[in-house]
């Protein structure tokens, strides 16, 4: 089975301070690793994606995400926070090992609130 | 907008009632998708479709019916639902069902009395 975690439903952070939101993975195989995003009364927007390779990854609106093996980990970052930036953040994982289907397992959300 | 469409954005229905989601993309993809969304829960996978073929169905009660008729449109059709039916339903559809960059539509907001 694949599942994703996020700890925290809601993330606080003062703009221009630096935020994290956090996730950690179980799967059986190799994981497929996304975030998304999603503003009031949308859909998810793609954030970003660790496929393989370098584990510090980079995505849209100056966000990046390191993927830690060891901790199974997958933590959302940002180095300076916008207000604009205050949303719901999922993340989500497909687990590559064999048998285990196509489509995506997302996490329960955690909201950022970015604060003047 | 991401090129996924669903209509209606709000729905309140009885329990006896019957109704239909829709979902068209206009982004040429071949895989579509249904997902349930509730407050403070993981979105849940509820179907997918690659080439007009059911590929999963994450044990959906049969209230909830799918369709698809072509790679552009996605329905789902609802009957005798119960109140803790009542969420946000979001489609989503991506090139192939390997791929995971998904393309989510806005979602229909579903009220169930």
Redesign the interface.
């Known amino acids: 089975a694949q599942s994703v975690a996020q700890p925290e439903d809601q993330v606080n952070v003062a703009e221009g301070n630096p935020l994290t939101v956090k996730c950690t993975y179980s799967v059986s195989g190799n994981p497929y690793l996304f975030w998304y995003v999603q503003y009031p009364n949308r859909g998810l927007q793609f954030l970003l994606k660790y496929i393989t390779g370098d584990n510090l990854v980079k995505g849209s609106y100056g966000f990046e995400a390191e993927f830690n093996k060891s901790q199974t980990s997958f933590h959302l970052k940002k180095p300076s926070a916008l207000v604009s930036d205050s949303a719901l953040y999922f993340c989500a994982v497909r687990d590559m090992g064999k048998g285990t289907g196509y489509a995506l397992n997302f996490g329960k959300g955690t909201s950022l609130l970015v604060t003047p | 907008e ?1 090129g ?1 469409t ?1 209509t209606p954005r709000h729905l309140v229905m009885g329990m006896t009632n019957k109704k239909s989601l829709k979902c068209e993309q206009h982004l040429g993809h071949n ?1 579509m ?1 249904w ?1 349930k969304q509730s407050a ?4 849940e ?1 509820m179907f ?1 479709y ?1 080439f007009k073929e059911q ?2 169905n994450n044990s959906v009660p049969s209230r909830f019916s799918p369709e698809c008729p072509n790679s552009s449109h996605l329905f789902l059709h609802l009957h005798t639902l119960q109140p803790e039916d009542s969420a946000l339903y ?1 489609c ?1 559809s991506s090139q192939g ?2 791929n ?8 229909t907001q579903l009220s169930v009395l």
Do not use: D, H, R
């Not at chain 2, 403070?40 to 979105?43: D, F, M, S, V």
């Not at chain 2, 995971?100 to 979602?107: C, I, Q, R, T, V």
């Open positions: 991401t996924v669903q895989a998708y997902y403070k829960k993981p979105l996978l997918v690659n590929t999963e979001l989503a069902a390997g995971e960059k998904l393309f989510f539509g806005s979602g």
